[in-house]
């Protein structure tokens, strides 16, 4: 079987190709039900037509793009860059050159033929939406002069710069409804009953459904109503039951996605309103909101520049351009989808939700579907061959049935004349060949990984887990190694400065009055140039909140500067107002500096400030402020007292920042902003405590055989000092920094890669690197954090990418398989237990059902070859096929995950799927109910002393409870695999036991109630007793059968 089930293992956990995925599809031979089968799996063909939406769309607005930049160049008197027109396909030339001729033409025509709707304006607004829409979409620079440029669009839509919009005036509804609210169109959630119409479409139980109507109407014709209904009647039920309780456990699990794909499409952005600047979903945005944007951020809606430095655009999901666009006061289109690649700014919305391109291309983006997972695959391999062996036995029972009844006519001479009687035994050969091939296509195989994973996903989600991918679940079951941040992950994130070395003086500044007494010491002018860097060279800011009191926004260490600044007795707004900001130059991962140059006042030049990683800051400076205030050459002793300085505070685990400036007597914002040359200020030491309970979630890992290994940005000392506490950095383990890792040879890494537990002063190039020859070389199965831009290479390499939810940008969360949303590396840990988890809960599902299917298979082809007739009838058998199907696939696939599964190894990359182990359980199990329903079939009658007209019904009655209470019993058995005691935490299992109660009930009703409808008799108490029995006596075999080694 493991052979055969290699060709639906090419199927990757991400980036699998079309044809791989096409591949696997041709191999599913037997499949009942298409439709329910293969809904969790990708549909390519939607999805090939929705690329190709994408990309004529993403044409259509490239053309659009380039041939405004054209058409400015044109007026603004430049040269055309032809070169960028002629990239366009020839499709869409004719077009281009018309649209430019146009724009040529009219160059000098005012846009003054606008007309504002009569609605617009009794509302109070100047602009209408689609006239705000064509400004932005199509780039139209003499559209926006028109109206007065981003200021005059400001008035017009009745908003403000500085304050945002005011909600609390009646034209917030009135904007509303004229301007459109900033959602896109989703597809319809499927009602109940199109699940039921689905459950219908399985081809067996069409072929039964006719088989019911025919045994109905001969029934009926021979023997009267009721009686000759019931036989028709009971598959009708059972086949009602059949889809009803199908479609109600496939309707459960597509709200849980439907759920699920809410949670990964929540996102908040900082945005001005009301005077306020707060956090808020970019689903309630309006056209006139100040939205504050910074690297990593995806533009939520169309908008226009107001104000800030250095942004960079990426727009290739948009158009395909992978050129970036610099966006300037001259430039100031935004587009919403694009992603901010460098800087910062503030925007002004001014279209949103489907009236923008991007919302109307997020209605192709869902198309087709997420890639189907390797369990998903595999499984389909695994019904796959189990229907082909089952078609194969309900074929030859069937034909055995036939030539026994054939050959009894024949002996009894009465092989021409046929009557009702032959055509109804004839009908109920059929049906129970086509029950056989109904219990043996285990159809909720595949069914059965989605839903243990969507159980699993909306656990996770209760365990600050979201995941985006199906797959991740599984593979990180599978994962060797977790290469996580410090920052925020094994740290608090909660950030405060505790020590300073200003003009080379050190000072414990963690309380209040320590920061006071070292500002009265500092002289004047140090104090002023200290508050103009702390307060201008930030991307954080400080703003007065609802409540009147000052609050810090950016990120932990921006806003840690910004809180010592503050207790020095610095005002934000002051310093902020007394220079002007000429340009900035946002921190990024691969300069691990920041810089901003300032414009002094009073014709006072230029000063430019810089700030960032200790060494690398201190290695730009050339002199230091000493003592009184003054800046004095940067001698050897002064350079090694300043290196002491950083070594000590980052063995106290401190993350250390220098602080620098210089004056310049010139610059404009098109000169870069120097990076040497500076005077060292001093040097901060700033306290991020280590989370709690990160060190026994490290030694958890461990012991579940996880390698863990921290990368980061931060000076070596302070990574090893953390590592420590964290317990990652042991005796053996090799702490290295970035650039010495850079040079290493291959020959060197090889034997370097296995001991490197941390990795300081990386880029996120090493990052991608170290990653990539794990994975690679010594075919680990990676997990790994990320949360800035530059961190989605990485993120994209490792097998798990896992981004975080309050620091993570939206570009690495857009490239992870799941989102941390408590930035916590215990729920890591936790992410890992729900993957072993999900694997594990597979295996024993797929161990109970191929159980059921052998005994089934096996019992219903032998009775049918030696007494020409099979115990168990087409209603009997639709019922354990519920039992073991969606009933089972309930009852195992839900188990919760437990701490032991973190003492076990990790699940292989190549291990077999059906282990030995599970081969071991499945054919002992199945023997022994083999065993016993043959015996039964053989000895019953005598065995219960049966005699009468009715013996041959109750013992085909008993037959049918052994066999039902052998699974009952077998899928308790089944919820450990390996361990004896399988009653550990059953109780907590709720769905479980409500699986194992339900089933136990109606198995009293069908057999005490139903008989006629299930061709069943009543038994007595010891009757009952003895079937039981010998049901649970497949516990303590189950239990024997675990010490036998494998």
């Known amino acids: 079987m493991e052979s055969y089930l290699q060709n639906f293992g090419e199927v990757k956990p991400k980036g699998s190709s079309e044809e791989t995925l096409q591949n696997w599809r041709k191999l599913c031979g037997v499949v009942k039900n298409p439709k329910r089968r293969f809904r969790f799996t990708a549909n390519l063909s939607k999805r090939i037509e929705a690329a190709a939406m994408r990309r004529t769309n993403q044409e259509k607005l490239r053309i659009a793009v380039l041939v405004s930049k054209a058409a400015f160049q044109f007026i603004q008197g430049e040269n055309i860059q032809y070169r960028d027109i002629q990239t366009v396909s020839s499709h869409y030339m004719v077009m281009t050159m018309l649209i430019l001729n146009s724009w040529f033409l009219d160059a000098g025509v005012q846009p003054s033929d606008y007309v504002l709707p009569q609605e617009v304006k009794a509302a109070g607004f100047e602009i209408c939406a689609d006239e705000l829409g064509s400004i932005v979409e199509g780039h139209d620079v003499k559209k926006l002069k028109f109206h007065g440029g981003v200021s005059g669009l400001t008035k017009k839509l009745s908003t403000s710069v500085e304050d945002g919009l005011n909600t609390e005036t009646d034209m917030h509804t009135q904007r509303q409804e004229l301007f459109g609210i900033n959602k896109f169109t989703e597809s319809e959630q499927r009602g109940f009953f199109v699940f039921i119409w689905e459950a219908l479409q399985d081809m067996t139980l069409m072929i039964l459904g006719v088989c019911a109507f025919v045994s109905l109407i001969v029934g009926i014709a021979m023997e009267g109503w009721p009686v000759g209904a019931h036989d028709g009647l009971g598959i009708v039920a059972s086949i009602m039951l059949v889809v009803f309780v199908t479609a109600s456990s496939d309707y459960r699990q597509s709200l849980q996605f439907k759920d699920l794909d809410k949670e990964k499409k929540k996102i908040a952005m900082q945005v001005t309103r009301n005077g306020y600047r707060h956090k808020m979903s970019i689903y309630e945005l309006l056209p006139g909101d100040i939205v504050h944007l910074s690297i990593g951020d995806q533009v939520p809606a169309d908008g226009l520049f ?107 001479g009465t092989h021409w004349s046929w009557n009702g009687d032959d055509a109804m035994k004839l009908l109920e050969f059929f049906a129970v060949a086509v029950t056989i091939v109904v219990v043996a296509v285990p159809e909720g195989l595949p069914l059965a990984v989605t839903l243990s994973l969507a159980f699993a996903m909306k656990k996770m989600m209760n365990d600050k887990a979201l995941v985006r991918h199906l797959a991740a679940c599984e593979t990180m079951g599978s994962a060797t190694n977790i290469c996580s941040d410090k920052t925020g992950t094994l740290t608090t994130n909660k950030m405060t400065v505790v020590k300073s070395c200003i003009c080379m003086n050190v000072k414990d500044v963690s309380n209040l009055s320590d920061a006071s007494s070292l500002f009265s010491d500092l002289p004047e002018s140090v104090k002023k140039v200290l508050l103009q860097s702390i307060f201008n060279n930030t991307g954080g800011e400080v703003v007065v909140n609802k409540g009147g009191k000052n609050e810090m926004l950016g990120t932990p260490t921006d806003t840690a500067l910004l809180a010592f600044g503050l207790a020095l007795g610095g005002d934000f707004q002051a310093e902020r107002k007394a220079s002007t900001i000429v340009k900035v130059e946002p921190f990024n991962s691969t300069k691990k500096r920041m810089g901003v140059v300032l414009e002094l006042p009073e014709g006072g030049g230029f000063r430019a400030h810089t700030k960032g990683a200790s060494e690398i800051i201190l290695a730009n400076c050339d002199k230091v402020m000493n003592s009184s205030g003054e800046s004095v050459p940067l001698d050897e002793s002064s350079i090694k007292h300043l290196q002491v300085t950083i070594n000590d505070f980052a063995c106290e685990a401190l993350r250390t920042l220098c602080l620098g400036y210089m004056e310049l007597d010139k610059f404009s914002a098109e000169d870069p902003i120097p990076t040497s040359g500076y005077t060292c200020i001093g040097i901060v030491g700033i306290k991020d405590p280590v989370r709690p309970g990160v060190k026994e979630s490290v030694a958890v890992c461990r012991s579940a055989g996880i390698t863990v290994r921290m990368v980061t940005g931060d000076n070596i000392h302070t990574a090893k000092a953390i590592a420590r506490e964290c317990g990652i950095l042991t005796d053996d383990g090799v702490a290295i920094e970035g650039p010495e890792f850079r040079e290493k040879s291959q020959e060197e890494l090889l034997s370097l890669i296995p001991k490197i537990q941390v990795m300081a002063r990386s880029s996120p190039l090493d990052k991608h690197t170290l990653v990539k020859h794990l994975r690679t070389t010594f075919d680990e199965v990676v997990a790994v954090t990320g949360d800035g831009t530059n961190d989605a290479p990485a993120l994209h390499e490792a097998d798990i990418g896992l981004a975080m939810g309050i620091a993570g940008t939206e570009v690495a969360k857009e490239s992870a398989d799941v989102i941390i949303l408590d930035d916590n590396f215990s729920t890591i840990v936790t992410v890992a237990k729900w993957g072993r988890s999900v694997y594990i809960n597979i295996q024993k599902f797929v161990q109970f059902q191929l159980t059921v299917n052998i005994v089934a298979l096996i019992v219903n082809f032998s009775s049918a070859c030696l007494t020409g007739s099979a115990p168990l009838t087409a209603v009997q058998l639709l019922w354990v096929n519920m039992i073991m199907d969606t009933l089972g696939a309930l009852a195992l696939a839900t188990e919760p995950p437990t701490n032991d599964l973190m003492k076990r190894p990790p699940v292989g990359k190549r291990q077999n799927f059906i282990s ?84 136990v009930v109606f198995q009293i009703i069908i057999i005490e109630f139903l008989g006629k409808f299930a061709s069943t008799a009543p038994l007595t108490l010891c009757q009952w007793f003895v079937t039981v029995f010998i049901g649970f006596l497949g516990m303590p075999i189950a239990a024997f059968l675990k010490t036998i080694p494998v």
Request: with cysteine; hydrophobic share 45%.
């Open 306 to 412: 107001v104000s800030g430095f250095s942004v960079l655009i990426d727009e290739s999901s948009l158009t395909g351009e992978s050129e970036p666009i610099m966006v300037t006061p001259e430039n100031p289109f935004l587009l919403s989808g694009t992603k901010v690649q460098d800087g910062s700014c503030k925007m002004m919305v001014t279209t949103v939700g489907m009236r923008t391109q991007w919302g109307k291309l997020m209605a192709t983006l869902s198309e087709g579907g997420d890639d189907e997972t390797p369990l998903q695959v595999k499984l389909n391999g695994v019904a796959t061959i189990i229907g082909k062996i089952g078609l194969f036995f309900a074929v030859v029972t069937f034909a055995v049935m036939v030539q026994g009844l054939f050959s009894q006519k024949l002996s009894e």
């Open 916 to 999: 030995n182990v599970m081969w071991r359980n499945i054919l002992g199990q199945s023997l022994y109910q083999f065993t016993v329903i043959w015996l039964l079939q053989a000895k019953g009658e005598s065995i219960f002393r049966l005699d009468g007209p009715n013996s041959h019904v109750i013992l085909n009655t008993l037959i049918f409870n052994t066999f039902v209470f052998c699974q009952v019993f077998n899928e308790i058995s089944s919820r450990e695999m390996e361990e004896i005691d399988v009653f550990k935490g059953i109780l907590d299992n709720y769905v479980f036991v409500a699986v194992l109660g339900s089933t």
